[in-house]
């Protein structure tokens, strides 16, 4: 799959960015600020780092602007030099000992687990306890409660860094899966995979929680 | 009918589809990657499963809850650092 190259509205940014038009590089620091920063926390110990790394990402497009030849798509390209930076931050923050994981990797299953289907019988993998309904207006009731809101940033916390890039940059940050696709250097079915394995690692974080709304 | 074999007869109608697939595919159903006759197989499961009918809504509001989270605002102070920075570079 080959990277899309700069659209044509990317095409009138990166003239303006080069004519050193200051709201032109203004609004594009405003739009990516959230993903980036989100981006970067999987790689570093703190906001304040990540932050960091942010600032860092940009100096290193300013440098690289008047090179930019438009192989990629320029928000594949800032995005790509945030990974990388923050990523060899990670390496160097000496503190910082990456997060454990548990059993969990980017290759690690995230289904629910087997105990909750039959293991035989006419019905085996086929639930052993139903999954409960959930309150509908369970997405705005857990972002409105701190405690529900420390759950859910704790279970994307917890996810290894590709798949917490994937879910964040999909369902958080509203990117398209060819986007993500480009960024990661990821095929369709991957990026689908780790998606899977993060939603359903999330459903099943804050499952207990949900039922307790209803 | 017993529950037991009710419960064995609607899984044969579902085209074997069980529980645990349907949590397999998921991803793939609401990426519209599924292929037709899973697509077909997945719906008749659903149809006759209450659990995985439920697992299908939280599965939506989990997605839901994450695009409702809301974004992390620019610090003014990195905003004016970055404008200085860009200023510089322009000369």
Redesign the interface.
Known sequence: MSAPVPSPQEAETLKALLQGDEAAFSALVETYYSPLLRLAMAHVPSQAVAEEVVQETWLGVLEGLPKFEGRSSLKTWIFRILINRAKTRGIRERRYEPLSHGFLDDEGNEQPEQEYFLASGPMSDHWAVLPQSWDAATPERLLLSKESRTQIDAAIASLPPTQRHVITLRDVEGFTSLEVCNILDLTETNQRVLLHRARSRSERYWSPMCKDLT | MTS?LK??LM?YMAGNM????V??V???YL?G?LPFWDWVRFHMHLGM????R??L???K???????????????PA??D???K???D??R
């Open positions: 037991k419960q064995a899984s069980t529980c645990k697939a949590t397999n998921i991803t793939d990426e990657a499963c209450f659990g995985c439920n697992y809504r939280q599965m509001q989990t997605i839901k809850t994450l695009e409702k989270l809301p974004s992390e605002p620019m610090p990195i905003r650092e970055l404008l920075r860009f200023k570079w322009k």
